[in-house]
């Protein structure tokens, strides 16, 4: 059974960082994609990032490139999301999730994705 945890989320000041966390258990990940995707109140789940566990390869969305940066520890497996520069618009819950048969065209499809953390509060202040 895939289990994901995520932590790390927390109350920031516009400009500022944090780094979120995904601990991941259950079964080998190798052939997995792994993304973060975030939801605001009112708004539907979107996509932040995705990367894929075994080449590291990755993937952001243009609305967090340049500011957010996603990697992963094969050793730990742990899923992490350095975000940088924060903005108010990125004040959302963060879910870490795990796809284990991803395709290009579907590594920021929220319906790819199996498995799901319980999310984790992010709130940036202005």
């Known amino acids: 059974q895939v289990q994901l945890v995520e932590y790390g989320g927390g109350l920031v000041q516009a400009g500022g960082s944090l780094r979120l966390s995904c601990a991941a258990s259950?079964?080998?990940?190798?052939?997995?994609?792994m993304g973060w995707f975030r939801q605001a109140p009112g708004r539907e789940r979107e996509p932040v990032a995705a990367?894929?566990?075994?080449?590291?390869?990755?993937y952001h969305a243009d609305s967090v490139k340049g500011r957010f940066t996603i990697s992963r520890d094969k050793a730990k497996n742990t899923l992490y999301l350095q975000m940088n520069r924060l903005k108010p618009e990125d004040t959302a819950v963060y879910y870490c999730?795990?796809?284990?048969?991803?395709?290009?065209?579907?590594?920021?499809?929220?319906?790819?994705?199996?498995?799901w953390g319980q999310g984790t509060q992010v709130t940036v202040s202005s």
């Open positions: 999730a795990a796809d284990p048969s991803p395709i290009q065209s579907t590594m920021f499809s929220v319906r790819a994705y199996e498995y």
């Open positions: 259950g079964r080998s990940f190798s052939n997995f994609a």
């Open positions: 990367i894929r566990w075994s080449t590291g390869i990755s």
